[in-house]
């Protein structure tokens, strides 16, 4: 297996793992494993399925990728991103469907892993995911309004604008313990993260409010009165139950789940480097994804990734190895097993308090502004992204983002690509009284164009219409390609036809100046024979004198006549 495949806790183990860095990433992994607790339980009750779920899904996914993973120091598991995406699945094909989706995820991880896909997500660009998370942070922040005011509300609408027409009539009649918990939430929340930052804020808010309303028996919705009692330990494995119909239902958003686990867990290692100046190795980064993927729903998991946030947090606490990733996945374990019950009493409004800093910190509402000053087409990608996003549907909007990114970027290529007559200018310049720029003058009945950028099926309209209105009196026709740095399929089918244009006209058809790639696609599509390889330079100034010869020769062929 190549060394790209080789996951990174045996390197780390390979270059010899020392006790003082094994105390540093177990009190690394014992922190993060605290922080990410209550963001598992509150990604998973605001993702449609049970508490405890989220659990499952970061001691599963935790351990699996820290253990095989291209990363040393992420932390995976439940993460705010996915939350929009689960919780139209659970509601339109119950938590099997999810189950099955997930694990279709995961084996479309792997094989973008093994495929070496891992360096080709760079290239998703940043407007488009400014503009999903943007949208995912606000139907967070549009779920847990109720929660947090205790408005009461059962079941809110799956569609935005229908939520917030409840949510506004709702209103009128908050209930004053959920709010004052959920502010009370929040200023734990904030001010911890403002004095003490090493102190997980969302748990102290959880252990100080559940306190609170309990002793004080205030008439605040829990997780108990909601969902019943949590459980407290891993379940048994089994495979959901599904059918093929089920399958090809589920194929569109489980691809949506694919491509958001691996652009949120290869930016979270890319930050994670830039941290500890380190590189991961991103296509065995996929495959550790996608087997914790494929493994977390066999345990009522759901889809899990790499958790900048939480990584962050491992770093800043020491953690420099994977070491400190299956650490938190074990103190997720044990505290789950032996504190889990009191799980139930976790007000809900502290939950929603949680959220809401978290949908503020997915927000990048400084990018998303900064933005909106970039170009007109980045702005549109984001834009239609933001609001297919928070209007339409995530999986949808990833697709039109993707799709929209790459029509605007063939129409820049297409921009900058151009067919350029030199004929013109290599004449004046032997007029003038400056020195000539080429050795060999150009003779008479030779045309010169210049071919810029790439010649791809975007391109290929204007490099037609250009070569159409060639003089068909031109003996030669020298095409100088030092400036194309690629060709495609359709840009070799433009050539085909410019070889024949001038072998119809009684042209010689020579180019000069051709880089390799361009070189090898006409070279392999058999035009090269065509055109001769005789007729083929490596600069302008061979290329002009064999044109003088061959002017020279039909004039002789003519006088000879």
Excluded: C
Aim: hydrophobic share 50%.
């Amino acid at each position: 297996m190549s060394n790209h495949f080789e996951p990174k806790l045996i390197t780390v183990l390979k270059e010899g793992y020392s006790k003082k860095q094994f105390l540093s990433d177990l009190t690394a992994g014992i922190i993060v494993g605290i922080v990410a607790i209550p963001l598992a339980i509150a990604f998973s009750i605001a993702s449609g399925v049970k508490p405890e779920q989220g659990l499952f899904t970061a001691v599963i996914a935790g351990i699996i990728v820290s253990a095989f993973g291209g990363s040393r120091v992420q932390i995976a598991g439940p993460t705010g991103a996915f939350i929009v995406i689960i919780y139209d699945i659970v509601q339109k094909y119950g938590y099997d469907g999810l189950a099955i989706a997930t694990i279709m995820a995961g084996v479309i991880l792997i094989i973008m892993g093994l495929a070496r896909f891992g360096s080709l997500l760079k290239f998703v660009p940043y407007p488009l995911t400014v503009g999903f998370t943007s949208g995912i942070a606000v139907i967070i922040f549009s779920s847990q309004i109720s929660d947090f005011l205790g408005l009461g509300i059962k079941d809110l609408p799956a569609n935005f604008v229908e939520k917030w027409v409840v949510l506004i009539e709702g209103f009128s009649h908050p209930d004053f313990y959920s709010v004052a918990t959920g502010i009370s939430a929040l200023l734990i929340i904030l001010l911890s993260q403002r004095f003490v930052p090493k102190l997980p804020g969302s748990l102290l808010a959880i252990i100080l409010l559940t306190a609170v309303v309990n002793l004080m028996n205030f008439p605040v919705e829990t997780i108990g009165s909601r969902f019943g009692n949590v459980s407290s330990a891993l379940p048994a494995p089994q495979f959901p139950s599904f059918t093929w119909s089920t399958i090809t239902s589920l194929i569109s958003p489980a691809i949506t789940i694919a491509l958001l686990g691996a652009i949120e867990s290869l930016l979270s290692a890319v930050v994670a480097d830039g941290m500890i100046r380190t590189r991961h190795k991103s296509n065995m980064e996929l495959v550790a994804q996608g087997a914790a993927n494929i493994v977390s729903p066999l345990f009522m998991g759901i889809p899990a990734t790499g958790a900048i946030a939480r990584t962050a947090t491992n770093i800043r606490s020491g953690g420099r190895t994977p070491v400190a990733g299956i650490v938190h996945g074990l103190v997720v374990f044990f505290v789950m097993l032996f504190f889990g019950k009191w799980a139930s009493l976790i007000p809900m409004p502290v939950l929603a308090a949680i959220l809401l800093v978290v949908a503020y910190n997915m927000s990048e509402w400084r990018s998303f502004i900064r933005i909106l000053s970039y170009p007109k087409s980045d702005v549109a990608v984001m834009l239609t992204t933001f609001f297919l996003t928070v209007l339409v549907d995530l999986t949808v909007a990833i697709q039109i983002g993707i799709i929209l990114s790459a029509f605007l970027f063939i129409k820049r290529m297409a921009d900058v690509s151009q067919v350029t007559p030199l004929t013109k200018d290599l004449k004046e310049s032997e007029e003038s009284d400056e020195q000539n720029l080429f050795s060999t003058h150009l003779p008479e009945g030779v045309e010169v164009f210049e071919v810029y950028g790439s010649l791809f099926f975007g391109a290929v309209d204007q490099f037609s219409e250009t070569i159409r209105a060639i003089e068909k009196t031109s003996k030669v026709f020298i095409l100088v390609t030092k400036n194309l740095l690629a060709i495609d399929a359709t840009g070799i089918r433009a050539l085909e036809e410019l070889h024949s244009q001038m072998k119809d006209q009684g042209t010689k058809l020579i180019i000069s100046g051709i880089h390799k790639q361009p070189l090898f696609a006409i070279a392999n599509s058999g035009l090269l024979d065509k055109i001769g390889e005789d007729m083929v330079f490596e600069s302008l100034d061979e290329a002009l004198a064999e044109s003088e010869r061959i002017v020279n020769r039909q004039q002789k062929a003519i006088n000879t006549k």
